[in-house]
């Protein structure tokens, strides 16, 4: 699949998108291997693509689809087999964010998906050097998701808050009687812990 060529097309046969373009790291030639592919989407009735926005990425088979929740614009996030981290942008569309998480029966699978496209966003900022985001999205993750589903303290790198997720996830699986689905756990665990240490 060669997505920055793949997506466009996709999208932009779409009579409510007027264009899509690349941009970030993989436009501006300073990507690495964990990048994701950012696509800035312009459209005259966002409310109506949003509707429909679900069925039209459904082409790329992704693991996870969901609107972030925690922007100041709307941003739909896929995540693909790679892992591959892809976000739909629409820079127009300005927000406030939402609440912290509730962790339910209801809820749980949806702060996996969550969790997962985070880890995976914050390891990027790690192998590119940026440590400011990197610290303040490791708190950020505290108050608005770990510290909700129960954890006492922030985690200091990528691999801690995997390893509390981890340790909290089952916790809460066994609180609410559920079976959280490991696909998208199995494709980006090992691509975010291969240069960090790995929890037990």
Request: net charge negative; with cysteine; proline share 8%.
């Amino acid at each position: 699949m060669r997505l920055g060529e793949d997506v466009p097309a996709l999208l932009g046969e779409h009579p409510l998108v007027r264009s899509i373009k690349l941009t970030g790291s993989r436009a501006e030639g300073t990507l690495h291997e964990l990048s994701d592919w950012d696509f800035v989407v312009e459209t005259g009735d966002f409310p109506r693509l949003a509707e429909v926005l679900p069925q039209l990425v459904e082409r790329l088979r992704p693991l996870a689809q969901q609107w972030d929740r925690y922007s100041s614009h709307a941003c739909y996030m896929l995540m693909l087999p790679g892992p591959t981290k892809v976000d739909l942008i629409f820079p127009d569309q300005k927000q406030e964010w939402a609440p912290a998480w509730v962790p339910s029966a209801g809820t749980l699978t949806a702060i996996d998906h969550h969790f997962w496209d985070w880890i995976l966003w914050l390891e990027q900022k790690r192998r590119s050097g940026k440590v400011d985001v990197l610290e303040k999205s490791l708190r950020d993750m505290y108050e608005l998701m770990l510290r909700p589903m129960g954890a006492k303290a922030e985690p200091d790198s990528v691999g801690e808050a995997v390893a509390v997720y981890l340790d909290l996830r089952r916790q809460l699986e066994e609180r609410f009687g559920v079976d959280v689905p490991r696909e998208l756990e199995n494709e980006v665990r090992p691509a975010v812990l291969s240069r960090a240490q790995r929890p037990a």
